[in-house]
């Protein structure tokens, strides 16, 4: 394992960061650079690829390699990458436009695949590069420049669609919860297979306000569940209430003193578990944040070079010896 010593400036490009003032990316670029600094890895083992929307701008901010590729396609991209050069720490920066709209199938892939990509999603619930139309996130009721009656679209949960996908690992994050995101992002950092973390970032010309109860530090506990592997599901601004699970639906238990054993103590290896919590939606349940799923299995990169090692001489495996083979025909 290398030990390289470099802190979070080092990881700044030092070009003009344009994004708005107040943006939720400036908060996890921050975070990001010091979790690729307390990576130890030299410079040259990063590489950040992304698609196009105000997140994919970040390969310009950090002073790695990197992609600003197209529309959609970095979660591809990205596959390339790390298969050609595994030793590579590949991050995929996305956004929720990007990432679950036209990339949604680029997405779906390489979370089923399990290789080795760290995806942080940027979720403002709404497309700003663009000025402000609905976005796959976009909440019913919205108005946008695309619903200007409010949006009627079923939106997507981003976490939920990843556990869904039995991906190993699923966080979701808040930008101006530093301290918490900042813990997801070291744990993702150093996981073997695909992440899918994402973070609630808000947009300050579109959707700023909606996200004005998850930071309100009088409020925010009362709408915040706060996930842990090994921990009661307890939240409230008192700690007094807690998710209890009947016939597989949650319930919102009320207690004083101490937790009682009905209340669930959360499992992010069982999968069933993560996918209930990560459906939980305000105003009926407590909005879910922490590390939903962390599990393990063979990512595809190991897979591959087993097969490869497996192979030996791959003489004689050449394209125009297979077309010329007894399994080829001609059509005359």
């Given amino acids: 394992m290398e030990n390289t010593k470099l802190t979070a400036k080092d990881f700044s490009s030092n070009l003009p960061v344009k994004w708005c003032p107040g943006c939720g990316d400036f908060a ?9 600094a307390g990576m130890g890895l030299p410079h040259e083992k990063y590489a950040v690829v992304s698609g196009i929307g105000c997140s994919s701008r970040f390969p310009y901010y950090v002073n790695t390699y990197g992609f600003h590729s197209i529309h959609g396609r970095a979660p591809a991209i990205a596959t390339g990458l790390k298969l050609s050069n ?3 720490s590949v991050w995929v920066i996305t956004g929720d436009g990007d990432g679950l709209s036209i990339g949604g199938n680029h997405m779906l892939h390489a979370i089923r695949r399990n290789i080795g990509l760290k995806i942080v999603l940027f979720n403002n619930r709404i497309y700003a590069l663009t000025k402000g139309q609905a976005s796959p996130t976009t909440q019913p009721g919205t108005r ?29 994050g808040i930008d101006t919860d ?64 807690g998710i209890a699970f009947r016939n597989f639906r949650p319930e919102i238990v009320e207690f004083s003193g101490k937790v009682p054993d009905e209340i669930a103590v959360y499992d992010e290896t069982n999968a069933e578990m993560a996918y209930l919590i990560s459906g939980f939606t305000q105003p009926e349940l407590p909005l879910p944040v922490g590390v939903f799923r962390a599990t393990r299995k063979p990512s595809f990169e190991e897979l591959y070079y087993d097969q490869v090692k497996a192979v030996g001489d791959t003489r004689g495996h050449e394209l125009e010896t297979l077309l010329a083979g007894p399994d080829a025909w001609e059509i005359k």
């Fill in 28 to 36: 996890i670029l921050n975070m990001i650079q010091k979790t690729l």
């Fill in 86 to 88: 595994p030793d590579l």
């Fill in 144 to 172: 946008t420049k695309t619903t200007p009656l409010g949006s009627i679209d079923y939106p997507f949960i981003p976490a939920r669609f990843a556990v869904g996908l039995d991906c190993t690992f699923v966080a979701r």
């Fill in 178 to 241: 530093i301290a918490g995101t900042s813990a997801i992002l070291e744990r993702a950092a150093g996981h073997n297979g695909t992440t899918f973390v994402e973070i609630l970032q808000k947009c300050v010309p579109f959707s700023d306000k909606e996200f004005d109860p998850l930071k309100d530090p009088a409020a925010r506990e009362d709408v915040l569940l706060r996930v842990a592997h090994g921990k009661p599901l307890v939240f409230g601004r008192d700690r007094n209430k």
